[in-house]
């Protein structure tokens, strides 16, 4: 019986393919609780200014760097509070050095200022061109499952769960969507600044942005005899293809 059970077990075939590995996630420094971002899109130039301030919960005392994912991006100044931090950064990967080592159970807030300009990945711009003359103006966000990194310096990796917010300036009448609850909107000269909060944890590669000259279209969910707003948006050119989903429910 043993010499059977051996011989099915060696003649097993892997599922992985060929020249596959494995992989592990890295070491976390301690819990990411909350993301924030504070973002100024200049989208003709597809171009992305802004500060990245991270909520870290140090896993112990003594930590006296930090390594966060960050490509193809311009670091300007990283602060831990008022005090200014010393980093290093290879184009893929942020160390920075910190000031005043980690205390257990302290959380410190790492604030990340940083430029995009013309980002490939995570961040999309969506222009006319001379091909495309009424292609519309969009903006959009794809992290999963590791593609964060490309449009804001975070700890890239599905295990690191926190809440998060984004505040957002983009050009009128364009309209901005992120995770959670819209907090404010704010209209500006020729500007409106977006304000979203998820209170809710969530991964990393989830935080979205989604900027277009949209229509909403309201709707709402039932759940637990709580009625939850759930809107759709579209180009306002589709507008009129799409009534709103609720009146098509069966009664």
Not at 24 to 29: F, L, T, W
Not at 56 to 74: K, T
Not at 173 to 196: C, D, I, M
Request: some cysteine.
């Amino acid at each position: 019986m043993h010499e059977f059970l051996r011989q099915a077990r060696d003649s097993r075939k892997s599922f992985e393919l060929p020249g596959s590995y494995p992989h592990y996630n890295p070491d976390r420094p301690g819990q990411v609780e909350h993301v924030f971002l504070d973002l100024d899109l200049d989208i003709p130039n597809q171009r992305c200014t802004g500060t990245c301030t991270i909520r870290l919960n140090p896993v112990r005392s003594g930590i006296e760097s930090l390594e966060l994912d960050a490509v193809e991006m311009e670091i300007g100044e990283i602060r831990v509070g008022k005090s200014i931090q010393a980093f290093e950064h290879d184009g893929t990967l942020l160390r920075v050095k910190l000031t005043q080592p980690t205390q257990a159970g302290k959380a410190i807030e790492l604030a990340i200022a940083y430029t995009l300009d013309h980002p490939q990945r995570g961040l999309y711009f969506i222009l006319p061109s001379e091909y495309y003359p009424d292609k519309p103006t969009q903006v959009w966000t794809q992290g999963e499952d590791e593609d964060s990194r490309f449009w804001f310096p975070c700890f890239d990796y599905p295990g690191q769960l926190a809440t998060s917010e984004i505040r957002v300036r983009v050009p009128q009448p364009l309209y901005a969507l992120s995770n959670g609850v819209l907090q404010e909107r704010v209209q500006e000269k020729n500007t409106t600044v977006f304000h979203w909060q998820q209170k809710e944890i969530h991964p990393t590669y989830l935080m979205t942005l989604a900027v277009g000259d949209f229509a909403e279209i309201p709707d709402a969910v039932k759940i637990g005899g709580r009625t939850i707003p759930c809107p759709y948006y579209v180009e306002k050119a589709r507008k009129q293809k799409l009534n709103s989903p609720l009146e098509k429910r069966p009664k």
